[in-house]
C-alpha cells in the first residue's frame, strides 16, 4: 500500500493513503463522511443530468439512482489506472486527489501520463499545506510507477462551480498550488489529446461568447469552456 506520513504546522498528523476497492469500509467509517461538505464533494462527471457525488454514492442504498456507477470507478485499481489518494486527519476526511492514468496502447510503454479530474481539501483543514502534500504524493508515486507527465486544467477542483450562483468561482488559488508544485503552464491546448497521445495540440477556434441571439446558458456554459481551455498545468516527471 502506498502510505505517506506528515506533521502538519498544527501539530495534527496527516496519512495520505491510495484507497482501492477493499478500502471501501474504512472510507465509509471515517468519522465525518456523513458530513454535508463531504457528501456533497463529487468528481464522477454526470449521469444523465444528476451530479455525482462520489461519497454520496459510498454510503447509498445499493437501490438507489447512484447505483448504476460502480464507486471502483474512481478508486484506485490493481493495473494502476485509477488513483485515488485519500489524506486523512484524526480518523477525518481531509482531502483527496483523484487522477487517471493514460496512454495510447496497452502494449506501447514509451510514454504513460496521467490526468488529475480533482483534487478538494474541506474546509475545517485548508490553509495547512494539505493539497501541496496531495500533489507531491501522486508526484512520488507516479514516478515510482513509471508515468511521464501529469496534466490537469485549470478548473480541476470538483467544487470550481459555483451552484448557488451557476457562475464559476476564481481558481486562484489552485493555480498557484500548482505553480508552487513545479507544473509548467499550457496555453489553449486539448488537454485529452496531451494525455492520451502526447500530442500537445492547440485548439480549434470556438464561437465568441458574446453572439447575438445566444442564451444565458449556452453562454455561460461556453465561458466554462474557455475558462477551462485557456490554460492547462502538466509535471514532467523522472527529469
Request: charged share 30%.
Amino acid at each position: 500500500m502506498f502510505k505517506r506520513t506528515h506533521m502538519l504546522k498544527n501539530g495534527k498528523q496527516l496519512e495520505i493513503l491510495r484507497c482501492t476497492n477493499d478500502d471501501i469500509p474504512y472510507i465509509r467509517n471515517l468519522k465525518n463522511i456523513m458530513d454535508d461538505e463531504v457528501q456533497n464533494l463529487y468528481h464522477m462527471g454526470t449521469h444523465k443530468t444528476t451530479r455525482m457525488y462520489y461519497f454520496k454514492k459510498l454510503m447509498a442504498e445499493p437501490e438507489s439512482d447512484y447505483a448504476n456507477i460502480p464507486i471502483r470507478a474512481s478508486l484506485s485499481t490493481a493495473n494502476n489506472k485509477n488513483i485515488f489518494l485519500l489524506a486523512v486527519i484524526n480518523n477525518e476526511i481531509a482531502g483527496y486527489v483523484q487522477a487517471n492514468g493514460m496512454w495510447k496502447k496497452e502494449e506501447d510503454p514509451a510514454r504513460k501520463n496521467i490526468c488529475i479530474w480533482d483534487i478538494e481539501v474541506i474546509s475545517k483543514y485548508r490553509r495547512l499545506g494539505i493539497a501541496f502534500l496531495l500533489i507531491e504524493a501522486l508526484k512520488e508515486w507516479s514516478t515510482e510507477n513509471g508515468y511521464d507527465n501529469i496534466y490537469s486544467e485549470s478548473r480541476t477542483n470538483s467544487s470550481w462551480w459555483n451552484t448557488d450562483k451557476k457562475s464559476l468561482k476564481d481558481n486562484t488559488a489552485g493555480i498557484n498550488l500548482y505553480l508552487k508544485t513545479g507544473a509548467l503552464e499550457l496555453n489553449n491546448i486539448d488537454i485529452k489529446k496531451a494525455v492520451i497521445f502526447g500530442e500537445e495540440e492547440v485548439f480549434d477556434e470556438i464561437p465568441n461568447i458574446g453572439e447575438k441571439n445566444m442564451d444565458e446558458h449556452e453562454r455561460l456554459r461556453l465561458q466554462c469552456f474557455n475558462e477551462m481551455r485557456a490554460k492547462s498545468y502538466k509535471w514532467i516527471l523522472n527529469k
